[in-house]
Protein backbone atom coordinates (compact mmCIF):
# COMPACT_ATOMS: atom_id res chain seq x y z
CA UNK A 1 0.00 0.00 0.00
CA UNK A 2 1.22 3.25 -1.29
CA UNK A 3 1.48 5.51 1.71
CA UNK A 4 3.85 8.02 0.10
CA UNK A 5 0.96 10.83 0.86
CA UNK A 6 2.02 10.69 4.95
CA UNK A 7 5.23 13.07 3.78
CA UNK A 8 3.15 15.58 1.55
CA UNK A 9 3.38 19.06 3.23
CA UNK A 10 0.93 20.56 1.41
CA UNK A 11 -2.11 18.94 3.55
CA UNK A 12 -4.76 20.50 1.63
CA UNK A 13 -3.08 18.11 -1.76
CA UNK A 14 -5.19 15.69 -3.43
CA UNK A 15 -2.72 13.47 -2.84
CA UNK A 16 -2.70 14.12 0.67
CA UNK A 17 -6.66 13.83 0.51
CA UNK A 18 -6.35 10.78 -1.14
CA UNK A 19 -4.16 9.15 0.79
CA UNK A 20 -6.47 10.06 3.76
CA UNK A 21 -9.48 8.55 2.10
CA UNK A 22 -7.49 5.57 1.46
CA UNK A 23 -6.25 5.47 5.49
CA UNK A 24 -9.91 5.37 6.28
CA UNK A 25 -11.01 3.13 3.83
CA UNK A 26 -8.44 0.71 5.77
CA UNK A 27 -9.11 1.83 9.73
CA UNK A 28 -13.08 1.80 9.09
CA UNK A 29 -12.95 -1.69 7.92
CA UNK A 30 -10.81 -3.13 10.61
CA UNK A 31 -12.11 -1.21 13.40
CA UNK A 32 -14.52 -2.99 15.52
CA UNK A 33 -15.75 0.09 16.37
CA UNK A 34 -18.36 1.49 13.71
CA UNK A 35 -18.37 5.03 14.20
CA UNK A 36 -14.36 5.78 15.38
CA UNK A 37 -11.05 4.77 15.12
CA UNK A 38 -7.55 6.22 17.25
CA UNK A 39 -6.81 9.99 15.64
CA UNK A 40 -3.20 9.65 14.36
CA UNK A 41 -2.82 13.60 14.32
CA UNK A 42 -0.10 14.52 16.14
CA UNK A 43 -2.10 16.26 18.60
CA UNK A 44 -4.00 12.94 19.46
CA UNK A 45 -0.87 10.60 18.80
CA UNK A 46 -3.38 7.45 18.29
CA UNK A 47 -4.40 8.07 21.63
CA UNK A 48 -7.96 9.73 21.33
CA UNK A 49 -10.55 7.68 19.57
CA UNK A 50 -12.42 10.10 17.01
CA UNK A 51 -15.27 10.22 14.81
CA UNK A 52 -14.54 9.76 10.70
CA UNK A 53 -15.27 14.02 10.29
CA UNK A 54 -13.17 14.64 13.52
CA UNK A 55 -9.94 12.45 12.65
CA UNK A 56 -10.05 14.00 8.44
CA UNK A 57 -10.34 17.51 10.30
CA UNK A 58 -7.51 16.64 12.22
CA UNK A 59 -5.38 15.08 9.55
CA UNK A 60 -5.83 18.24 7.71
CA UNK A 61 -5.08 20.73 10.40
CA UNK A 62 -2.52 19.11 12.41
CA UNK A 63 -0.94 16.45 10.32
CA UNK A 64 -0.12 12.59 11.01
CA UNK A 65 2.11 11.39 13.29
CA UNK A 66 5.47 11.19 11.89
CA UNK A 67 6.62 7.96 11.25
CA UNK A 68 3.50 6.18 11.98
CA UNK A 69 3.90 4.26 8.57
CA UNK A 70 2.52 1.19 9.74
CA UNK A 71 -0.66 1.67 11.66
CA UNK A 72 -0.41 -1.00 14.22
CA UNK A 73 -3.25 0.98 15.91
CA UNK A 74 -5.96 0.63 13.44
CA UNK A 75 -5.74 -2.67 12.23
CA UNK A 76 -1.96 -3.41 10.25
CA UNK A 77 0.48 -5.64 12.30
CA UNK A 78 4.16 -5.67 12.56
CA UNK A 79 6.56 -7.82 10.43
CA UNK A 80 6.97 -11.46 12.60
CA UNK A 81 10.52 -10.79 12.63
CA UNK A 82 9.76 -6.73 14.20
CA UNK A 83 9.64 -6.63 18.13
CA UNK A 84 7.43 -3.69 18.79
CA UNK A 85 8.73 -1.58 21.60
CA UNK A 86 7.24 -1.13 24.92
CA UNK A 87 5.83 2.14 24.17
CA UNK A 88 4.04 0.75 21.47
CA UNK A 89 2.84 -2.14 23.76
CA UNK A 90 2.01 0.44 26.08
CA UNK A 91 0.04 2.12 23.71
CA UNK A 92 -1.96 -1.17 22.41
CA UNK A 93 -3.06 -1.58 26.07
CA UNK A 94 -4.62 1.68 26.15
CA UNK A 95 -6.19 1.07 22.76
CA UNK A 96 -7.91 -2.37 24.27
CA UNK A 97 -9.01 -0.56 27.33
CA UNK A 98 -10.37 2.23 25.85
CA UNK A 99 -12.19 -0.29 23.11
CA UNK A 100 -12.91 -2.03 26.45
CA UNK A 101 -14.22 0.77 28.15
CA UNK A 102 -16.09 2.28 25.37
CA UNK A 103 -18.26 -1.02 25.20
CA UNK A 104 -18.76 -0.87 29.03
CA UNK A 105 -19.88 2.49 28.72
CA UNK A 106 -22.22 1.65 25.89
CA UNK A 107 -23.43 -1.48 28.34
CA UNK A 108 -24.01 0.94 31.53
CA UNK A 109 -21.21 -1.51 33.52
CA UNK A 110 -18.02 0.57 33.69
CA UNK A 111 -16.37 1.74 36.95
CA UNK A 112 -15.07 4.46 38.23
CA UNK A 113 -11.69 3.13 38.72
CA UNK A 114 -11.79 1.78 35.53
CA UNK A 115 -12.16 5.12 33.71
CA UNK A 116 -9.13 6.50 36.31
CA UNK A 117 -6.78 3.18 35.69
CA UNK A 118 -7.64 4.25 31.68
CA UNK A 119 -6.72 7.79 31.91
CA UNK A 120 -3.36 6.61 33.84
CA UNK A 121 -2.49 4.19 30.81
CA UNK A 122 -2.95 7.21 28.47
CA UNK A 123 -0.85 9.64 29.89
CA UNK A 124 2.09 6.71 30.08
CA UNK A 125 1.35 6.28 26.59
CA UNK A 126 1.42 9.98 25.39
CA UNK A 127 4.52 11.26 24.38
CA UNK A 128 5.73 13.97 25.97
CA UNK A 129 5.78 16.03 23.29
CA UNK A 130 5.99 14.88 19.09
CA UNK A 131 8.65 12.62 18.63
CA UNK A 132 9.70 12.25 22.74
CA UNK A 133 10.52 8.75 23.29
CA UNK A 134 12.18 9.13 26.20
CA UNK A 135 9.32 10.81 29.12
CA UNK A 136 5.76 10.23 28.82
CA UNK A 137 2.83 13.03 30.11
CA UNK A 138 2.44 10.23 33.18
CA UNK A 139 6.14 10.03 34.07
CA UNK A 140 6.42 14.00 34.07
Known sequence: ????WM??????SDVYLKGVEIFFQFAFKQSELEDEIPCPCKKCNNVFHKSRDE?????IIFGIVQ?????????????????????EKGRNQVFLLKR???????HGDASE????????LEDAAQQLYPGCETFSKLSL
Open 100 to 106: KEKSEYK
Open 55 to 59: VKEHL
Open 67 to 87: GYTRWLYHGEFAPKEQNVNQE
Open 7 to 12: RCIDRS
Open 113 to 120: STSTFSKL
Open 1 to 4: MDKS
